[in-house]
């Protein structure tokens, strides 16, 4: 990191680079396409197992009987009362699906899908090896690392290895933002329902 790089000190990012010194050009770089960020406070989380895509249909809000490999999308898990439990934006490869959940929220996670698989043949953990990183769509992608459509354009990258981050968080919550894109679990709160933030779609309307 540069000398003029500043972290973010308090909330759910804590510890991220909030900016590298100039928040207006890292937003231009974002806007470009060559921008790269660092979302390694995520918490990343594998779903595999020949049932995973059957159970997923059936405790979430996402249509996954049909998924394609390479497909990527997002799933909510929802209470009895239709409040936002689990939240994953994920991709999968035909053998497992890979995603990522908010910090502090993938054990959790984790613990649901495995209670919830009964018979089925599912298992789930956190893969505390993996980094996120968001990256624009002129930024080349390490070889086999695998990666996720972003709903900001660009791509999700999940690799092993630290990646030349160009862009904090700073400017890629403003886009973020911009673009009207809920975070769930930052923007909402224990009581939200899918509807409450634009989140329609799902087999469970």
Do not use: C
Request: aromatic share 6%; no cysteine; glycine share 10%.
């Amino acid at each position: 990191m540069s000398e003029l790089t500043v972290l973010v000190e308090s909330g759910p990012d804590e510890g991220l680079v909030w900016h590298h010194g100039n928040p207006v050009t890292e937003a231009r770089a974002l806007e470009s396409g060559e921008g790269v960020v660092a979302l390694s406070n995520r918490d990343v989380v594998e779903i595999f197992g020949e049932d995973r895509l059957t159970l997923l249909h059936l405790i979430s809000t996402q249509h996954m009987e049909a998924l394609q490999p390479g497909e990527s999308g997002a799933l909510l898990i929802l209470g009895a009362q239709g409040h936002i439990q689990h939240s994953l934006q994920f991709v999968d490869d035909g053998e497992s699906l890979l995603g990522w959940t908010e910090p502090g929220r993938g054990a959790a996670l984790v613990e649901h899908v495995l209670r919830m698989r009964f018979a089925m043949r599912v298992e789930a953990a956190v893969r505390d090896d993996l980094r996120l990183y968001w990256v624009g769509h002129k930024v080349p992608v390490p070889e086999g690392a695998r990666t996720r459509h972003s709903e900001l354009g660009g791509s999700e990258v999940f690799v092993a290895d630290a990646m030349p981050e160009t862009v904090g968080t700073w400017a890629f919550e403003a886009m973020r933002i911009a673009a009207g894109q809920p975070r769930v679990f930052v923007d909402t709160d224990e009581r939200t329902i899918p509807n409450e933030i634009g989140l329609f779609g799902t087999h469970l309307d």
